[in-house]
């Protein structure tokens, strides 16, 4: 502010200096043209002017000046008229034919004078004489003039400047004291503490900040929650077949006979492949979470040949389980952003459940259609299907509806996560005549290729 005010001031300075310096010039200038007209209509007349009128004359313009000690100076050629003794010689020549003028500024004594020279050239048809003409004026009222109006302006404006200043040194404190308490805030808080910021009467923009530190605030929480559930989880579910995997070895080094022994062990293989399915459940979960950086980046891919790849995989396992395993691809290709690993896993827990849980001789579809702007997919079986009401909890984790076979109830879950992952949609329809139908719907966030 403070160079910015200095600067308006040097602005305002040479404006002003150059006007009252051309409202000189115009003075001078007006002076030396009514002393010119009236040497001209002496010339015409042939009557030499005398120095009592030419005084009279000058005396009458200098009142109508403005203040300052001004002179003047006039010479002819032929010497009738000479009047005055000017500031600087006259040294044009006398057979110039071109009438001059010039303004300049010179110093006398340690006085400054602005002078205006005029010269008009001799007629020779007319038996005019040339004239030179002088008029000066002492700057030193004017230089009073520009201080007396510099001082005049120096108070209001430094009187503007301590009241804006005051203003904006309020405005700007009042607007950052929300901005300190948001970073006293901050400094003093608890790293546990993931609670939202409350600032009353922020200004916009401050709230805008603390908006958005509430949502990195809200995202870390979230962030850490699904952390701490996942470690529960985990720790909850493994310690079951960890214990029960200890207790068989146990067993185990005890039995003596070897048809016993055998028997031990068939259990221990069972529990840690168990245990195995768990970890690995687990894991799949974890990466499919939303925020996880152990998933992998989507690439493009063809749904429709990931569909029809994974239903050959798994015929041999449906055929084993003595279930009809088909697929019903109505598109041919169906290209989207994702991610491969993950969505293999979907399609493999969805075909695996539904091969799981059906009664033998039952059958099992995988069909593939699609809209103007999704994809679905539906696994669908004949089996006895789901109730109403536990529908919405078979997403839940570990919710088992049966508590026979090694599920461990992540199965549904890691479906959920990965469809919300693809920014999809899952849920639970009732097939006809009977049996469920897993509806799977995902964008299409790539043309067609």
């Known amino acids: 502010m403070l160079t910015l005010w200095l600067a308006g001031a040097a602005v305002i300075y040479v404006v002003t200096f150059h006007y009252i310096n051309d409202n000189n010039d115009a003075n001078l200038n007006r002076i030396a043209q009514v002393l010119e007209q009236t040497v001209a209509e002496s010339n015409a007349d042939k009557r030499p002017l005398s120095e009592a009128e030419l005084d009279g004359i000058i005396r009458l313009l200098f009142k109508t000046a403005p203040s300052g000690r001004m002179s003047y100076a006039i010479d002819t050629s032929n010497g009738i ?11 044009l020549q006398l057979n110039s034919v071109e009438a001059v003028k010039s303004f300049a500024t010179i110093e006398r004594n340690g006085k400054s004078y602005r002078i205006l020279k005029l010269y008009l050239p001799a007629n020779t048809t007319k038996n005019t004489p040339g004239v030179w003409i002088e008029i000066s004026k002492e700057l030193h009222e004017q230089a009073n003039s520009l201080r007396a109006f510099l001082y005049r302006m120096a108070l209001p404006l430094m009187l503007m ?7 904006i040194g309020y405005g700007v404190k009042n607007t950052l004291r929300p ?3 948001l970073k006293q805030m901050v400094e003093t808080r608890q ?11 922020a200004p916009e923009e401050i709230d805008a900040l603390s908006s958005a530190l509430n949502q990195l605030l809200a995202s870390t929480e979230e962030s850490i929650s699904r952390q701490r559930r996942f470690i529960a989880d985990a720790a909850h579910q493994l310690r079951t077949p960890l214990a029960g995997l200890k207790s068989q070895t146990e067993l185990a080094m005890r039995e003596s006979s070897p048809e016993g022994l055998r028997e031990r062990l068939n259990m221990v293989h069972t529990s840690a492949t ?9 894991l799949t979960l974890a990466r499919s979470e939303p925020g996880s950086i152990n998933g992998i980046p989507k690439v493009k891919m063809d749904l429709a040949r990931l569909v029809r790849d994974l239903t050959s995989e798994l015929v041999p396992r449906a055929l084993a389980a003595r279930i009809d395993l088909g697929c019903d691809c109505l598109v041919q290709e169906a290209w989207i952003e994702g991610n491969s690993a993950l969505l293999r896993e ?6 695996e ?13 995988v069909r593939l259609t699609e809209n103007v702007t999704q994809y679905i997919v539906d696994v669908e079986d004949n089996g006895d299907g789901i109730p109403d009401v536990d529908k919405p909890r078979v997403f839940e984790r570990f919710f088992r509806r049966e508590q026979t076979g090694n599920g461990c109830g992540l199965g549904m879950a890691i479906v959920r996560e990965i469809v919300e992952r693809h920014s999809g949609t899952v849920e639970l329809l009732d097939a006809v005549p009977h049996g469920l139908i897993v509806h799977v719907v995902l964008p299409k966030n790539l043309a067609s290729t």
């Open 161 to 167: 400047m301590l009241i804006t200043s005051v203003l």
């Open 191 to 201: 790293a546990q503490d993931l609670s939202p910021l409350s600032l009353d009467n």
């Open 179 to 181: 901005l300190l308490a």
């Open 81 to 91: 008229l000479n009047h005055g003794k000017p500031l600087e010689a006259f040294n």
């Open 274 to 282: 168990r245990s195995i399915h768990l970890v690995n459940q687990l």
């Open 346 to 351: 979907l399609f493999i827990n969805l075909v």
């Open 353 to 365: 459940n539904a091969i799981k849980y059906i009664p033998r001789d039952g059958s099992v579809t």
